[in-house]
């Protein structure tokens, strides 16, 4: 079985269905999360691993979403004035983002500041806070492989942002569609999810 990195944290995405925008995650140490790989009942749930190793993505039809707020759709603010106000207030220092396509499929997780919401909102496209530049990273700005917003969600047990976009070519860095690329199984098997990279 895959051995994530220690000593960092893991994002564990649950969802019912590979195409659902229904969706939770928590964030959990390194320890856990390959405790929670290592003992995974395969049976009718799948779990895929991002690019980094420090994601998981879990498919159970029993997963049921937390409540959600629908921030942003198609350009236009969904929430009041002063709630918009009022929530910037809430958005913690650093918080995970979850990019999803159109249909629901999920392409990446990154991690977002509240000014990276603000960009996202503003220009409607994908924003994140990128940690190894330590600023501000719209995706594909340089690759042209960008994220041209459709809605944003917010979800607030625990705080994070969803964003339902239009991706434009590949998602990962590695020239896969999807970050999520990679499928575990049992008895240590690993598949992949996509046969050819985006343009080969």
Excluded at 12 to 22: G, N
Excluded at 77 to 106: V, Y
Excluded at 111 to 138: I, M
Excluded at 160 to 165: A, L, N, R
Aim: net charge negative; glycine share 8%; hydrophobic share 35%.
């Amino acid at each position: 079985m895959i051995q994530l990195p220690s000593g960092k944290e893991i994002t564990i995405i649950s969802k019912p269905s590979l195409e659902s925008k229904d969706v939770t995650l928590r964030v959990v140490s390194s320890k856990l999360a390959q405790e929670f790989v290592d003992h995974f009942e395969f049976g009718n749930k799948q779990l895929f691993v991002d690019c980094d190793e420090d994601a998981l993505l879990e498919i159970d039809p029993n997963v049921k979403e937390e409540s959600k707020r629908l921030l942003w759709e198609s350009g236009n603010l969904k929430f009041t004035a002063d709630d918009w106000k009022s929530f910037q207030e809430t958005i913690p220092p650093l918080s995970p983002f979850l990019a999803q396509d159109l249909s629901g499929k999920d392409l990446m997780l990154a991690w977002g500041k509240k000014e990276s919401l603000l960009s996202a909102v503003d220009s409607g496209l994908g924003t994140y806070f990128s940690r190894s530049r330590n600023g501000k990273w719209v995706k594909g700005e340089e690759s042209g492989h960008l994220q041209n917003l459709s809605a944003i969600y917010v979800h607030s047990n625990p705080f994070f942002i969803q964003y339902v976009t239009g991706q434009i070519g590949a998602a990962c860095h590695t020239g896969y569609y999807s970050c999520f690329f990679r499928e575990l199984g049992p008895k240590n098997t690993i598949s992949f999810v996509y046969s050819n990279k985006v343009g080969a």
